[in-house]
Structure formats: C-alpha cells, structure tokens
C-alpha cells in the first residue's frame, strides 16, 4: 500500500521566519498532493495543492514544491504568523476501485512564537 | 455552498447503546468518506462510497455501519462500541473527477463510556 511519509513531526519557529515541512511517498502513480490545515478542534481545511504537471505553486505566503522524480513535495510558509500554528497534514490519493483514497501523512505541529 | 455538516457535534454514549452519526454536503459531490481521527494522529480513512455505493471498506468492525441513503447524505451507524472507539470521526466528500479536494464536515467528538 502507499507510504506517506512526514517531517518534521513538530517545528517551532519565530513569528516572521519561514518553516518548510516535507513529505515523502512510495506510489510513483500518485498526480494530486493536498496539504491540509487543522487547527486544534477544528476540521482539516486545504490550504494548498499542486498536480504533478507543475512544479511549484504558490498562494501568498504558501508555497507547495514538487519532485516527482525523488517522490517528495514540501510545505513552505514564509513570513509565519501566530495563527500559522496548526497541525498540517500532506495527503497522497490512491486509486482504488473506481475512486480514491486519501492517506495522510503523520502530521506536522507547528508551532509560530510571537 | 462548500459546507460538509455532520450531527451531532458531541456525542456520549454507553457500550450497549445505537447511535447514528449524520452527514450532509450539497456540493452534488459523489464521492463521500468517513474517517476516524484519535488525537494527536492523522484522520484514518474507514469506508469510501462513489455513487452512493460502498466502494472500500478499510476492514473496520462490525459495529461500525455506513449508510449512503442517497447522493447527499451519509450515515454512520454505531452499536455495541468499545471505549477505544472513542475518537473525532470526520465525515468528507469530493467529486469523482479526481483526485480533487476532499471537503471536510467539522467532526462529530464521540466519547463511549
């Protein structure tokens, strides 16, 4: 089955600078690669996304980068501010029978000191 | 609307009780999901329906029994639960044309006692 795997498993950084989460997975089919936002309580909220004919997409401060050749794409958020504390989750999507599943990673827990 | 609602937001219940967890989306999204999510842990997918039909079932008990009575709603039926089924369970939905954003519902906090 796939492997989805996350690092760092908790990052801690000042408010302003920049934090970068990694993941890596196994299935080389894999085209679509979320990240989602959860903050504690709250629901899984896609923040960004990027299919696997680009290799970067940027949102403002969010940025998604993507080497299909080494199976990994990362999380950069620039300029970090105390509401960017969260957990955040990569997820990979398996076809499966007709439809897909979604596997999440470990999850990150960032944590933006003021 | 790109709201996924799931009720009861809070839920107890006693070993020997039924109770059903309700989901509702109105995106006309056909694929639905249910997943489990203990604390401190990434959301675990239990059951995915595509048109309304089961399509994977994660091999979880029993216990648990999903309903997809039609395209908007999903149902998750719960009987003779165990203390560590306590968890968030997240309903989900997405279109089918994918892989595409799984929009998630605000999670029902399930406690068995």
């Known amino acids: 089955g796939e492997n989805v795997e996350q690092h760092p498993s908790t990052l801690s950084v000042q408010e302003g600078d920049s934090a970068v989460i990694k993941c890596t997975y196994s299935?080389?089919?894999?085209?679509?690669f979320p990240w989602y936002k959860q903050e504690l309580g709250k629901r899984p909220q896609l923040i960004i996304d990027?299919?696997?004919?680009?290799g970067e997409k940027k949102d403002q401060r969010i940025a998604v980068t993507l080497n299909k050749t080494a199976k990994h794409f990362s999380l950069h958020i620039t300029e970090t501010q105390p509401e960017d504390s969260a957990v955040y989750f990569c997820a990979v999507p398996l076809q499966f029978s007709g439809t897909y599943k979604y596997i999440f990673g470990t999850g990150t827990r960032l944590k933006v000191l003021a | 609307d790109t709201e996924v609602t799931q009720t009861p937001k809070h839920l107890v219940m006693g070993m020997t009780n039924k109770k059903s967890l309700k989901c509702e989306q109105h995106m006309g999204h056909r694929a639905m999901y249910w997943y489990k999510q203990k604390a401190k842990k990434p959301p675990e997918l239990m059951f995915v329906y595509s048109y309304e039909k089961l399509s994977i079932n994660e091999s979880v008990p029993s216990r648990f029994s999903p309903e997809c009575p039609n395209s908007s709603l999903l149902n998750l039926h719960l009987h003779a639960l165990q203390p560590e089924d306590s968890a968030l369970y997240l309903c989900a939905s997405s279109q089918l044309q994918g892989p595409q954003e799984a929009f998630f519902g605000q999670g029902t906090r399930l406690t068995v006692v």
């Open positions: 299935d080389s089919a894999s085209n679509y």
């Open positions: 990027i299919r696997s004919n680009v």
